[in-house]
């Protein structure tokens, strides 16, 4: 995997809230800040892994990324178009550009469409075939992602979850996007058809050169598949490095103790586990200073008041930690 | 040699449906001992979370157990009554489910789910349960247990959630724990907590425990002795350690080399081709053939035996067998 130093989509000090309402009158009481200030630069043709704990914002991230979501603040500038107030019908040609494939395959497909039907809607609204040419598009979508022509007929239930997910795979390149959100694409599948998976998703980034931002909690898949690594906690930046800087050298304690956590496949090496105390704490109430502060096992009295700056320790690799 | 808590005889669980009965489970034979962790391992399917069931007598109503038998402390559960049943579950085993929000009860307090399993099997009052709860609690890690007590499971984060469910498993202590996926709906650092907790009690308590799981790396963490289960059957058993440094069976290797290792970045990802088989899938021979990078035709007319490869480990696969080339033709282009 090729990637050049072409910032294809940057992102802004990006933020998403959303209300919390309550009371007799629903007047808006709080916000959940599920991504609060997140600057990045992605690069044409690398794959960006986003990685953290359930209700961290990766995938809030993902969609307010494709504009699935309204921004609550910030820039989002694709290949050199600060998109961020144009309205849906301006937005139109650069969704082309940009798709998605979704976590759960059952619910991401329509139970009354036929697959062929799932797969050329998007060829309607963003092209100009002709009927018969769609078909043979669609035809060669199927056979791309390893299934069958005569699959163009039948409906989701008749799939397995590995199938359905390489129909929304199907989906998210029928028009030739540059630029792909994978939102936790192998999670629900068992894992023998997770790896078919993740194969056929590397296969096709090297054939159509994409750009991926893939959104996971599994850090192994991140690894094998991702060149650089953000990870997220309660919607902010963590750490942001090259895959391998990241996982041999993890500097942000959260980072270290997601690392460590990861029940490992070999038996008789045990590892020194470090052991986070409690939960996460809740986006609508975050802690002051360092979002971490509350469970990071090196905390000082400065972290519980002041905010850690984001800093360059090595090349590409970013941190936010006052210890470290 | 330490005594067998749970003998497991070719176990056979069926489905009603219109078109006849589907089995689940096809004859699966197994044992645990007292203070050992037996995990199930495979992928959706494959029959695991229905074993556990039909041990505890949890079937669904479409489903029974056709034949075989499930022997616990010198009693076949298989032929007991819903009503003995009641008086082992919770008590003698007990079992921890994957998503501890279905298995609460959302209009309850987590006391009142405490204490009932505590009246009924151990006939306490409702003030010694009361107390026996919070003990619990404190045991499982959960803080400030007096306040808990009163609190409903909404109220609580998932990795609490699963601690009140091991509480509340653990309260009449039981002899066999089974926990079905019990940290799948976790994040990884949850994961690490609950797993150290089972490890801890586990010991701490003397007793034994199923685990059923498709990760591979909690197995390695956790195990004893391992089980592989594919479409219903058995195919391997062994000491963990044999089944990760010398898996015989294909599928076990397909298993565990289609697992992105976070190690090892040159780490070569090795999918297993097709998809596990539906119930009513009539397979000819091994029911693995049609994905088994090494079939023979063997594999395609005949079910495999069960081939012993060390005291501890079995297979189930004909490239056991004495005189199948174990080097050539079609071995030798994979794996």
Known sequence: MAVDEQVLYSVKNVKKHFPVRGGILQRVKNHVKAVDGITLDIYKGETLGVVGESGCGKSTLGRTILGLESLTEGELVFNGNNISNYSSRQLKPFKKEMQMIFQDPYASLNPKQRIGDALEEALIIHTNLSSLERRERVLQLLNEVGLKEEHYERYPHEFSGGQRQRIGIARAISINPSFIVCDEPVSALDVSVQAQVIKLLRDLQEKHGLTYLFVSHDLGVVRHLCNRVLVMYLGQMVELAPVHKLYENPTHPYTEALLSAIPRPTVGRKRERIRLKGDLPSPSNPPTGCPFHTRCPIAQNKCSTEKPAWREIDEGHFIACHER | MKETVLEVKDLVTTFKSADGPLPAVRGASFSVKKGETLCIVGESGCGKSITALSIMGLLPSNGMIADGSIFFN???????????????????????????????????????????????????????????????????????????????????????????????????????????????????????????LLNDLKEQLDMSMIMITHDMGVVAEIADRVIVMYAGEIIEEGRVEEIYENPQHPYTKGLLASVPNVDDPEFDLKPIVGSMPMLNEQISGCRFHPRCPFAFDKCMEKSPETFQVTDKQNVRCWLQEEGVEQNGGRRASSL
Do not use: W
């Open chain 2, 74 to 196: 010198q009693k076949n559960l298989a032929e007991m009554s819903p009503k003995q049943m009641q008086k082992v579950r919770g008590n003698d085993v007990s079992m921890i489910f994957q998503e501890p929000m279905t298995a609460l009860n959302p209009v309850f307090t987590v006391g009142f789910q405490i204490r009932e399993p505590l009246m009924i099997h151990l006939k306490l009052s409702k003030k010694q349960a009361h107390m026996r709860g919070i003990e619990l609690l404190k045991m499982v890690g959960i803080p400030s247990p007096v306040e808990r007590m009163n609190q409903f499971p909404h109220e609580l984060s998932g990795g609490m959630r699963q601690r009140v469910m091991i509480a509340i498993a653990l309260s009449c202590n039981p002899s066999l724990l089974i926990a079905d996926e019990p940290t799948t709906a976790l994040d990884v650092t949850i994961q690490a907590q609950i797993i150290d």
